[in-house]
C-alpha cells in the first residue's frame, strides 16, 4: 500500500452484488468529474450542462461508442466536501450487475481505475476527513449482525470512541508537561514528582484507560461474538444446551451417551450480544477411536474459548466436576458450571457464587433456570445491552489500550518507589504512542494495508 497523496481516479461499485432496484458507481479523485462528463457525454465547459455539487441530475450514461448503457441519477461532491475529501461522482443506475460493469468499463476507458479494497475509506483517512478507529466502524456497521451493534458502530463513526482517547491523549499530556519541566528546569528547584496533583492525576488517568479498555472489551464482544464451547459428560445435555440457545434442532438429542462426536456449531443473537456456541463431544475415557478424536477436538475448542460452560447431571451422584476445572483453568477461558436436570431432583432454579465459577442450577428441559443462565452468561462477558454510550472495538484497539495501561502502571511504580522522573516521562509518551495507534495518528503502513485491505471493495 502506498499512502499519501494518490493523484489516481477510482471507481468500483458502491453496491451490493446482485441484482436490484438501484446500483451505484462510485468515483473518487482529481479527474472523477472530468470522466463523469465523458460518460454523461455532455460538454464540461457550458453552464447549460454543468454537473452542479450536491444537485441530482437526471441524465443518459453512455459507452464510448455513443450507445446508450442506462439512464439515472449523476450526484457531484465537490472536495473537500465529501466522504473521501476529493472530488466525488455518483452513478446511479438500475441494479443490473450488467449495467453496473458496463458503468465501471466506461469509467476505467476514460482514465479512472479499479479501486482496492477499502480505498475510499483509505482516502477519507488520509485526508483527514476521518480517523482510524471512524475507519474501521464503517466496515463494523456494513458487518454489524444486530441493532445493538450496528449502534455501536454509529457511535464510534460519530467519534464517541475517537473522543475517548482524544481525552486520555490530554490527560497524559498534562501530565508529560509536568513531568518533564521538572526534568528540563532542574534549577527551578521545584520538585513536582512531590506534589500530590501528580500522583492523583495519574492514578486518575489510570483509572480512565481501564474504564475505556473494559468499554472497547464489550464493543469486541458486539463486533467479533463470543465464543462459548459447551462441554460436559456424555448424556449431561450438551446438546439439548445448543438446542435451545440457537432456537432449533441442530443437535441430535437422545438418551444413548455419545450421541455427537464432532463439533456443531451456531452463531445466534442473545439481547444483541453476538455468541458462537460450539457443542462438544461428550468427555470421557472411550475405546471408540472416533469418539476419542472427539473428545480431543473438544479440549481444542476449549483453548479457544472465552467463555466454557460445563454441564453436569445433576441426578448423576458421582459426578465431581471440581475434577474439571483444572482442564478448565488451564484453557484460561472463564466458566461456569451448569447443573442440569434439576427437575428430577426437586432443585429449585438458582446461581451460586463461588470463589472462582459461578454454579447455575437449572432444567434445560423444562425451561426452568434458564433466564439464570442467560444473564450469567451476558455478566461474564460484561456486557449490558441498555448501555447508551457504548461504542464498537477491535481486538487490537484493546490490545493497544492494554499496552498504554501496562506502561502507566509501571511509570506510576517508578514515581512511587524510585522518584525517577525520567522513566516515568518515557512512560508516558509510551502509553500515548500506544493510544496514538488506536486513531491512526501513530501507525505502520504494514498496519494501514492490513486494516484496509480487509475493507469490501466500494467503501
Known amino acids: 500500500m502506498t ?16 441484482r436490484g432496484g438501484v446500483g451505484i458507481v462510485r468515483l473518487s479523485g482529481p479527474h472523477a468529474k472530468q470522466i463523469a462528463y465523458k460518460i454523461i457525454q455532455k460538454p464540461n465547459d457550458s453552464e447549460t450542462h454543468a454537473i452542479l455539487p450536491r444537485f441530482a441530475h437526471f441524465t443518459k450514461f453512455y459507452h464510448s461508442n455513443s450507445t446508450v448503457i442506462d439512464e439515472g441519477i449523476i450526484l457531484f461532491f465537490e472536495n473537500p466536501h465529501s466522504f473521501t475529501g476529493e472530488d ?8 443490473s450487475p450488467i449495467v453496473l460493469d458496463q458503468l465501471i468499463k466506461a469509467a476505467i476507458h476514460y482514465g479512472a ?5 477499502g480505498e475510499f475509506s483509505e482516502r477519507a483517512f488520509l485526508n483527514k476527513k476521518i480517523d482510524l478507529a471512524q475507519a474501521e466502524a464503517i466496515a463494523d456497521l456494513i458487518a454489524a449482525h444486530s441493532e445493538e451493534a450496528a449502534r455501536s458502530a454509529v457511535r464510534s463513526l460519530q467519534g464517541e ?42 492514578q486518575k488517568t489510570i483509572d480512565a484507560v481501564a474504564d475505556v479498555k473494559k468499554q472497547a472489551v464489550r464493543g ?10 459447551i462441554v460436559g459428560k456424555p448424556n449431561a445435555g450438551k446438546s439439548s444446551l445448543l438446542n435451545y440457545l440457537s432456537g432449533r434442532e441442530s443437535a441430535i438429542v437422545t438418551d444413548i451417551p455419545g450421541t455427537t462426536r464432532d463439533i456443531l456449531r451456531e452463531s445466534i443473537n442473545i439481547d444483541g450480544m453476538p455468541l458462537h456456541i460450539v457443542d462438544t463431544a461428550g468427555l470421557r475415557d472411550t475405546d471408540d477411536v472416533i469418539e476419542q478424536e472427539g473428545v480431543r477436538r473438544a479440549y481444542a475448542q476449549m483453548q479457544q474459548a472465552d467463555l466454557i460452560l ?5 441426578t448423576d451422584s458421582s459426578t465431581n466436576y471440581l475434577n474439571n476445572t483444572e482442564a478448565l483453568a488451564e484453557a484460561g477461558a472463564k466458566y461456569l458450571i451448569v447443573s442440569n436436570k434439576i427437575d428430577l431432583t426437586g432443585e429449585q432454579p438458582a446461581i451460586i457464587k463461588h470463589d472462582n465459577y459461578s454454579e447455575i442450577k437449572l432444567s434445560i428441559k423444562k425451561n426452568l433456570g434458564m433466564h439464570l443462565l442467560i444473564d450469567a ?44 522522573g525520567e522513566l516515568l516521562a518515557d512512560d508516558l509518551r509510551q502509553a500515548q504512542l500506544a493510544l496514538s495507534e488506536i486513531t491512526g495518528e501513530f501507525s505502520s503502513d504494514d498496519l494501514l494495508g492490513k486494516i484496509f485491505s480487509s475493507f469490501c471493495i466500494g467503501k
Open 88 to 95: 466525488v461522482i455518483e452513478l446511479q443506475s438500475h441494479g
Open 113 to 117: 481505475r479499479m479501486a482496492r479494497p
Open 377 to 420: 452468561i451476558k455478566q461474564s462477558a460484561g456486557f449490558q445491552s441498555s448501555e447508551t454510550n457504548g461504542f464498537i472495538a477491535r481486538r487490537r484497539h484493546v490490545d493497544a489500550i492494554e499496552r498504554a495501561l501496562t506502561f502507566l502502571l509501571h511509570g506510576q511504580h517508578q514515581l512511587i518507589t524510585n522518584r525517577a
Open 220 to 229: 469486541v464482544l458486539l463486533q467479533s461474538g463470543l465464543n462459548v464451547v
Open 310 to 314: 460445563l454441564l453436569v447431571d445433576a
Open 3 to 18: 499512502l499519501g497523496f494518490n493523484p489516481d481516479t477510482i471507481t468500483a461499485i458502491a453496491t451490493p452484488s446482485g
Open 161 to 202: 470512541f475517537s473522543k475517548k482517547i482524544e481525552a486520555l491523549q490530554n490527560s497524559l499530556t498534562q501530565l508529560r508537561i509536568q513531568i518533564e519541566a521538572m526534568i528540563d528546569f532542574p534549577e527551578e528547584e521545584i520538585d513536582f514528582l512531590s506534589d500530590p496533583r501528580v500522583g492523583a492525576l495519574l
